[in-house]
């Protein structure tokens, strides 16, 4: 138990360093990239290139994943105190998340319809 602990704990500091580091590089070059994508394009080239094995961060983030909700909490208290803002624009607010939730679906769908069409040519 106090080994999975551990590995655990060793592998969330491992992400984390990752995301300061994408974080670090966006601030550097100045793109206009969020450093959690940057840092999550670098955990990508990692694992694609193979110099980071699946099982360094699995046990890390499966542990963030199955807690994923817990995360959401302080936003949703955050929101309550814009009560005010969701009755004026809560309606446009919502149609907007839902577009934007839709076109990611279909975004990624459609891309990897095509993946899977070219990888089995």
Do not use: C
């Not at 940057?38 to 694992?47: P, T």
């Not at 963030?64 to 969701?86: E, N, Q």
């Not at 319809?113 to 040519?121: C, D, G, I, V």
């Amino acid at each position: 138990m106090a080994r999975k602990l551990l590995d655990i704990t060793w592998q969330i500091l491992l992400l984390w360093l990752l995301f300061r580091l994408g974080s670090y590089l966006v601030d550097l070059s100045g793109v206009s990239l969020p450093g959690n994508v940057a840092g999550m394009l670098i955990l990508f080239a990692l694992l694609s290139t193979g110099a980071v094995k699946p099982a360094l961060v699995e046990a890390g983030g499966g542990f963030l994943l199955k807690h994923f909700a817990f995360f959401f909490i302080p936003i949703s208290v955050g929101l309550m105190a814009f009560g005010t803002l969701m009755r004026q624009s809560g309606v446009a607010l919502l149609v907007i998340l839902a577009l934007s939730a839709i076109l990611g679906m279909a975004v990624t769908g459609l891309s990897v319809q095509f993946l899977h069409k070219r990888s089995s040519r």
